[in-house]
């Protein structure tokens, strides 16, 4: 079984639409157990049986981490997207048995910190949910600064803003209301830590700002899954396993490994982790690579690749799998 892989048999007890775009789905287990415990920021892999084809896509948790009882998620329909969304708003509905991963934590809270500063935009709100009802039940200190396009797409804007008040402040694009980021992050505390989650040209621009600003890389934290893109098929050799798979168009790398039986290692799915990095043995041709993983020194020398999420052009391709 693949790291991060083992897994949990659980049964859809809701599905709540939250907004016109965003639908909220709560999961208890089978045999009536608890849940096993999380801490904010975690997320689990969700298994989609779509026909003879297997989605897998990860959703952040986003209950509070003080109860085992039910996980939520919260997705966000993508009209264009490669299906697991719509899968889950046109397909899941409450009884439904299904099965997901344990949860995994690549975005986790410093505890060190003496602040937390946080920064969502859109469906990046979900994180934070548990986030800050952990912070909130251990007396953390914390801000959150949430942008979305308007007022009626503020995923969960109003149970934030019941919650916490004025610890979390609101943006509007449609009301032309930004955060004023370089005032924001020269004015904290020493000690205070920095976390984004949301669309990566606003994750590149806090890392960013922040970076020029003199804030410690130790102290920023971002989450950030790249979600596999369609492309031309392709043709890959796996050494080990004396395979030759092709990848479809809607297909990952990673997907269509597993699909010819192969049982490589992940967590996260969206080029973050490292866990399913590949070594190129041989290659004719050009890589796509769209991990937030390997270093651009690594992308240039073409000897690796992050099949979750990147693709191939050419001739062929020899992987070490």
């Known amino acids: 079984m693949s790291t991060g892989t083992t897994k949990l048999d659980v049964v859809v007890s809701d599905v709540v639409p939250v907004n016109e775009l965003v639908t909220r789905f709560h999961f208890r287990r089978r045999d009536g157990q608890l849940l096993p415990t ?21 959703y952040s948790l986003m209950g509070s981490p ?21 899968f889950m708003h046109r397909h899941v509905r409450p009884g439904m ?11 986790s809270l410093d505890l060190r910190a003496r602040k937390h500063l946080m920064l969502a935009g859109g469906i990046g709100i979900t994180p934070f949910m548990a986030q800050t009802a952990q912070l909130a039940a251990e007396g953390g200190n914390f801000e959150l600064h949430y942008t979305c396009r308007t007022a009626s797409l503020g995923t969960y804007a ?39 989650c949301g669309p990566s040209g606003m994750i590149g621009w806090v890392c960013d700002r922040a970076a020029a600003l003199g804030w410690p890389a130790e102290t920023v934290h971002f989450e950030h899954f790249a979600a596999p893109q369609p492309g031309a098929p392709f043709d890959v050799t796996l050494a080990v396993s004396g395979k030759t798979i092709r990848v479809g168009e809607q297909q990952s790398l990673l997907e269509a490994i597993e699909a010819a ?21 041989a290659h004719d041709g050009k890589f ?10 690594e992308h240039r020398s073409c000897k690796k690749i992050m099949p979750c999420v990147s693709r191939f052009e050419g001739g062929s391709l020899v992987l070490e799998r």
């Not at 943006?171 to 930004?178: G, I, L, N, P, V």
């Not at 039986?261 to 043995?281: A, F, H, M, S």
């Open 38 to 58: 999380f801490s904010g920021g975690a997320h689990v892999v969700v298994e989609m049986r779509d026909g003879e084809r297997t989605r897998l896509n990860p």
């Open 66 to 86: 003080l109860d085992t009882r039910e996980y939520t998620i919260s997705v966000r329909r993508d009209d264009v997207g490669r299906g697991g969304s719509l």
């Open 97 to 107: 048995e299904m099965v997901i991963s344990y949860p995994v934590n690549l975005f």
């Open 158 to 196: 109003d149970v934030l803003r019941e919650r916490y008040d004025r610890r979390v402040r609101l943006y509007h694009d449609d009301r032309d209301e930004r955060i004023e980021l370089d005032r924001l992050l020269s004015s904290q505390p020493l000690g205070t830590h920095l976390y984004v």
């Open 261 to 281: 039986g192969v049982d490589p290692p992940y967590l996260c799915r969206g080029g973050v982790c490292g866990q399913c990095e590949t070594n190129v043995i």
């Open 288 to 297: 796509i690579h769209n991990d937030h993983w390997l270093s651009e020194q």
